[in-house]
């Protein structure tokens, strides 16, 4: 990455919420959040047995993938809010949208092969534990990373041919990568198709398989006659549909409202929302309606935190 004449040698200038304090602590809580439920998630997965199955593994996997995700913004942003930077270094610009683009397919692929699990547990229920069994579910996630890695060092390495002018402000709290590519003053193409090559694969066609998923799910469920029936089999996939349908809502939030806009601040608004709101959301979807989950989550916090209050008490008696 190559530059020519801007402020600050070998710097780009992220222009999002860094000269307004109200939003560091807001941030600051929404990061903590995020961080928080989805680790009590993973630990609630971990260490108990009843959810070692092949949605609370993808589900664990997505939880830890999420964390990883507003760890690769968020930070960055604070820091630059609490110290009235706005200076990030061409280094640390491409690490950024690296490990941004990398979690960001991971995100999508998990999403797809829960969608997988769900259709051969309501279409094929019988045959799901032969199905879905750890060899599968290990070669998903690991394929998934593998895939992502390969997506993200296919965008960020064309990234290294380019060169950047005097304008080198992105109107972002973080390198987003279509911001960056409208700074360089050469040639984008390249670029520009490479991004399109990979939205496709990693992004078209697992949105595909999800909603094809989907399709055979509610046939599936139309075909059985209880109501309770239905209920039963729609609430199996009810929080991960709710999942899917925030995360692409608000990527395509995202995509819309800087297409249909110049403004940077509509575009902003839609980031967070994209960045930071819905893997903070996460946590609460799967949790809030799931009896497993919060059973698991209760016995988690009652180990972690246990009732002393007891104890000194009896104490004091005796």
Same mark, same amino acid.
């Given at each position: ?62 939880? =830890?993938?999420? !964390? ?29 949208? =690296? ?47 593998? !895939? ?40 984008? =193409? ?21 909603? =094809? ?106």
């Amino acid at each position: 990455m190559e530059r020519g004449n801007q402020t600050g040698a070998g710097h780009f200038l992220l222009l999002g919420f860094t000269e307004k304090p109200f939003f560091f602590g807001l941030f600051l809580s929404m990061y903590l959040v995020t961080f928080t439920g989805n680790l009590l998630l993973i630990l609630a997965v971990s260490s108990d047995s009843h959810l070692h199955t092949p949605m609370y593994f993808f589900l664990a996997n997505l939880s =830890f993938v999420d !964390i990883c995700f507003t760890s690769t913004t968020v930070p960055k942003m604070l820091w630059n809010t609490q110290t009235q930077r706005k200076l990030i270094t061409c280094a640390g610009c491409l690490s950024q949208i =690296f490990f941004f683009i990398v979690f960001g397919c991971l995100d999508n692929l998990l999403l797809t092969a829960m969608a997988y699990d769900r259709f051969v547990a309501i279409c094929h229920p019988l045959h799901y534990m032969v199905i879905m069994n750890p060899q599968l579910c290990r070669l998903l996630a690991v394929g998934s990373w593998c !895939i992502s890695v390969m997506g993200s060092l296919l965008e960020t390495l064309t990234l290294l041919r380019l060169s950047f002018c005097t304008n080198m402000e992105i109107p972002h709290f973080f390198c987003d990568l279509p911001e960056v590519l409208k700074l360089a003053c050469s040639d984008t =193409f390249v670029n520009t198709m490479v991004v399109y090559f990979v939205t496709i694969v990693l992004g078209v066609f697992p949105l595909s398989g999800i909603l =094809f998923s989907y399709s055979q799910i509610f046939s599936s469920i139309l075909k059985i006659s209880s109501a309770r029936g239905k209920y039963k089999a729609f609430s199996t996939c009810g929080s991960h549909l709710s999942v899917v349908s925030l995360f692409y809502g608000t990527g395509l939030g995202v995509y819309l409202s800087s297409a249909a806009t110049s403004s940077s601040r509509t575009s902003l608004v839609a980031s967070v929302m994209y960045t930071i709101v819905t893997p903070m959301l996460n946590p609460f979807i799967y949790s809030l309606r799931n009896r497993d989950m919060k059973g698991a989550l209760g016995r988690l916090l009652s180990k972690a935190v246990p009732l002393s209050v007891g104890g000194p008490l009896q104490d004091s008696h005796e």
